[in-house]
Nanobody
Framework: QVQLVESGGGLVQPGGSLRLSCAAS????????IAWFRQAPGKERKAVAC????????LYGQPEQGRFAISRDNAKNTVYLQIWTLKAEDTAVYYC??????????????????WGQGTQVTVSS
């Protein structure tokens, strides 16, 4: 059974940090590359980062290197997205998604077969 559950979102002041979690079923975690996407109001869903089961990583569309990091905890079947120095433009619903293939990271949402319900991140003072 494919299951993805995001958590860790909330209201954060500018400059703060968050760690989002994506808890996956064991089958999904061990057979799928998992990505984080975000969708701001009125905008399309965009890829943020992806990690394969082998630990290969990709970051997408971030001009400031080092504000985002993706990681996985094999013991907990969980993928994390760490965000530092949060800005108002980071406000969005953040989704994790599983690719059908274990070592395939792509920035297109159409590549991903399974999605979580999303977690809201709001950056505001």
């Amino acid at each position: 059974q494919v299951q993805l559950v995001e958590s860790g979102g909330g209201l954060v002041q500018p400059g703060g940090s968050l760690r989002l979690s994506c808890a996956a079923s064991a089958f999904t975690f061990n057979n799928s590359a998992i990505a984080w996407f975000r969708q701001a109001p009125g905008k399309e869903r965009k890829a943020v980062a992806c990690i394969t089961i082998s630990g290969g990583m990709a970051l997408y569309g971030q001009p400031e290197q080092g504000r985002f990091a993706i990681s996985r905890d094999n013991a907990k079947n969980t993928v994390y997205l760490q965000i530092w120095t949060l800005k108002a433009e980071d406000t969005a619903v953040y989704y994790c998604a599983a690719h059908r293939r274990p070592n395939m990271c792509k920035p297109s949402a159409q590549e991903y077969a399974y999605w979580g319900q999303g977690t809201q991140v709001t950056v505001s003072s």
